[in-house]
């Protein structure tokens, strides 16, 4: 079966990454390689990592030198993939046993498919919620017009459909929501109506003015969108 590359962006939280680590490891699909990409954390993640990468030959650490933040790492990590399959993972969550299992065996049997994410629920410090996004591609392009219906941590995508599209820092915090608005445009999606990933809940999640900048980004996306569409808010 098609081997596949695992990014995973990390910024210090060093009391979680072995639980998120672990949770790549023990997946049922084995032929990964494992991309671990380390912001200049300042706490004890490095040493954490470097003892992984001892451990198992699939792991491939690289410390950076200065923060760039996870966008610029996600692309950093799409562009060093050799494989075609692409698994995107956040640093504190964790990956359900048979997720890439169920993801890769999506794409082999749907080709035209080039983004497979997952339902998620949310533990931590906000526990017992799921996100159920929908299935059907022609209701995910409807959905995207409203917010972001792809849950980014869950995400397994075709490389080849990307094409020259990546995370854009001055979409941040919304940079996801930018990237798979660009893509549905030009591939189809799906997510498996399974929860398959964890997403760990941090009071520092979302604080006030990150929302705020957060909805300034997304009625960017929004309003990009409708103009490719040709439909514009403004005056006639």
Request: overall charge neutral; some cysteine.
């Given at each position: 079966?098609?081997?596949?590359?695992?990014?995973?962006?990390?910024y210090n939280g060093a009391e979680f990454r072995e639980a998120s680590i672990d949770s790549v490891l023990n997946q049922t699909f084995k032929n990964f390689k494992f991309l671990i990409l380390n912001d200049n954390s300042t706490d004890k993640t490095a040493d954490i990592l470097d003892d992984y990468q001892k451990k198992d030959s699939r792991i491939q650490v690289i410390h950076k030198t200065e923060n760039k933040g996870p966008a610029h790492l996600r692309n950093e990590g799409i562009a060093l993939a050799k494989t075609e399959f692409i698994a995107l993972i956040d640093a504190d969550d964790i990956a359900l046993p048979s997720r890439f299992e169920k993801q890769v065996s999506f794409l082999i049997?749907?080709?035209?498919?080039?983004?497979?994410?997952?339902?998620?629920?949310?533990?931590?410090?906000k526990k017992n919620r799921t996100v159920k996004h929908q299935a059907s591609?022609?209701?995910l392009k409807v959905q995207m017009l409203k917010n972001c219906c792809?849950?980014?941590?869950?995400?397994?995508?075709?490389?080849?459909?990307?094409g020259d599209l990546r995370f854009e820092n001055e979409y941040v915090p919304a940079e996801d929501y930018r990237l798979w608005s660009q893509l549905i445009a030009?591939?189809?999606?799906?997510?498996?109506q399974e929860s398959l990933l964890l997403y760990r809940w941090h009071p520092n999640n979302i604080s006030q003015t990150k929302i705020e900048n957060l909805k300034k980004v997304e009625v960017i996306i929004k309003e990009q969108?409708?103009?490719n569409l040709g439909i514009s808010l403004g005056p006639p």
């Amino acid at each position: 079966m098609s081997e596949i590359t695992v990014i995973m962006p990390v910024y210090n939280g060093a009391e979680f990454r072995e639980a998120s680590i672990d949770s790549v490891l023990n997946q049922t699909f084995k032929n990964f390689k494992f991309l671990i990409l380390n912001d200049n954390s300042t706490d004890k993640t490095a040493d954490i990592l470097d003892d992984y990468q001892k451990k198992d030959s699939r792991i491939q650490v690289i410390h950076k030198t200065e923060n760039k933040g996870p966008a610029h790492l996600r692309n950093e990590g799409i562009a060093l993939a050799k494989t075609e399959f692409i698994a995107l993972i956040d640093a504190d969550d964790i990956a359900l046993p048979s997720r890439f299992e169920k993801q890769v065996s999506f794409l082999i049997n749907n080709p035209d498919y080039g983004v497979c994410g997952t339902w998620f629920t949310f533990f931590g410090d906000k526990k017992n919620r799921t996100v159920k996004h929908q299935a059907s591609h022609e209701g995910l392009k409807v959905q995207m017009l409203k917010n972001c219906c792809i849950g980014n941590p869950t995400v397994m995508l075709r490389k080849s459909h990307l094409g020259d599209l990546r995370f854009e820092n001055e979409y941040v915090p919304a940079e996801d929501y930018r990237l798979w608005s660009q893509l549905i445009a030009v591939t189809k999606f799906h997510n498996i109506q399974e929860s398959l990933l964890l997403y760990r809940w941090h009071p520092n999640n979302i604080s006030q003015t990150k929302i705020e900048n957060l909805k300034k980004v997304e009625v960017i996306i929004k309003e990009q969108q409708l103009q490719n569409l040709g439909i514009s808010l403004g005056p006639p």
